[in-house]
Every structure is written in C-alpha cells, then in structure tokens.
C-alpha cells in the first residue's frame, strides 16, 4: 500500500520568502508528525496531530512556522521570512494513533529545503 | 544536556564482524525506545523495538538498562548491507533522536 507522501522532494528559495511543504499520511492514521533533520543530526520533533488538532507544537522554533490539518488527513507545514538556517529536511511520519507503546510512526522520504 | 546521546562513530567493521554501539537517554520516565536505521538521504524505519528484557531479531540484538539509562544494539555477522546511520530513539508520543551512529561495513 502507499507509504507517507510528501511534496516537494527538493525546494530551493531565497532567504525572506515564504514556502509549503506537504504530508499526505498513510491513510487511515490519525497522527501526523513533523520532523526537521539538519546535517549530521537525528530528526527534531516540531508538531504533531491527532485528527485535525495541533496536539503538540513545542518543537516549533518561532512563530515563522506554522502547520495545518484541516481535514484530519493531509498537513501542510508553512515556513514565513524563510532564513539559511531553515535549510533542512523536513520529514513528517504518520501512525494509527497516539501512543507509547507499538504505535511505529512511518516516515515519508521528506522535503530538502535550501534557503540561499 | 540533549535527550539522546550516541557515540557518532564511524564504526569500520569487515564482513562478519560483531559491532556494538550504546546511547544513554536523559528522561528516567522514558518507557519506550527504537532503534531505527536510516540510509544515505533516505527517510529514518523502524530496526527494532528495545524492551527491558532485551530483544533479538535475528542478527540484531538491542538491550535495555533503566538502571543507568542506556540502550545498546549489536549486529552479529555483519553484511555489506548493514552500511547505516542507526538512530537511538526515546519514544514518549513524540520520537526523540539521537544524532546516530554511523556502521560502515567493507568486504
């Protein structure tokens, strides 16, 4: 079956601008997490869903990110006055819901963001 | 202090070689843990579950210790194919990394 989605693969902008990355999870989970990943670094949490709701943003560094899950499915994480210390990949996993214990979040190939 | 500490290496190990590498977690209320393994420019999956009791998967074997906060794995009989960063991971809802450890293995 289809694994987590995510668009675009690769996207290259200037510093100050602002950008979308998209997460399609797999369907039927209702969490969905953003992950940075700088170079040489295991991923950071950033923000998770659980249905539609932000349950946890403390990942966020600063009000310039910010993320949605209108429909509970997919998620678009939102990146205003983009700087070069943006520049990561952005990975978003999905798993069937919340939890401690088996729940293994499926990660998507992620986004590569540059910022020149 | 991070979560999640792990010994970076590199480990440059021959096939069929035993490799073990540790990482300690800061949280002593942390209940789950993961190894997972990640490839060049590829996305992080899922190695294995830790448990208290310590755990086997085939060549793969990942040990618990509450006591002094610390998560081991070791890989058995070495292939080429196990040539990856391994993550350690605290799981409390949210996944916490540590920086991996890179196992480079040569023919």
């Known amino acids: 079956g289809a694994g987590v989605s995510q668009t675009p693969s690769n996207k290259v902008t200037e510093k100050g601008k602002y950008v979308e990355l998209r997460c399609d999870p797999i369907s039927g989970h209702t969490a969905l997490y953003w992950y940075r990943q700088s170079l040489g670094q295991g991923p950071e949490f950033l923000i998770y869903?659980?249905?539609?709701?932000?349950?946890?943003d403390s990942g966020l560094p600063n009000d310039r990110f910010f993320a949605v899950r209108p429909e509970g499915s997919v998620s678009t994480l939102k990146i205003q006055r983009t700087e070069r210390g943006d520049s990561a990949v952005y990975l978003c996993?999905?798993?069937?819901?919340?939890?401690?214990?088996?729940?293994?979040?499926?990660f998507g190939p992620g986004t590569r963001l540059t910022v020149l | 202090r991070k979560e999640v500490e792990q010994d970076p290496g590199p480990f440059n190990v021959p096939e069929g070689a035993t490799v073990a590498f540790n990482c300690t977690y800061s949280?002593?209320?942390?209940?789950?843990f993961f190894w997972y393994r990640q490839d060049c420019r590829k996305e992080p999956k899922l190695l294995m579950s830790?448990?208290?009791s310590g755990n086997e998967d085939g060549r793969f074997t990942a040990q618990l210790n509450r006591a002094s906060q610390y998560i081991s794995l070791l890989i058995r009989d070495s292939k080429l194919s196990d040539s990856a960063t391994y993550l350690c991971v605290v799981n409390d809802y949210k996944l916490s990394f540590g920086a991996g450890t890179t196992v480079t293995v040569r023919a």
């Open positions: 996993a999905s798993s069937l819901s919340v939890g401690t214990g088996e729940n293994e979040q499926f």
């Open positions: 869903f659980q249905g539609t709701g932000a349950a946890d």
């Open positions: 830790v448990y208290s």
């Open positions: 949280n002593s209320a942390s209940q789950s």
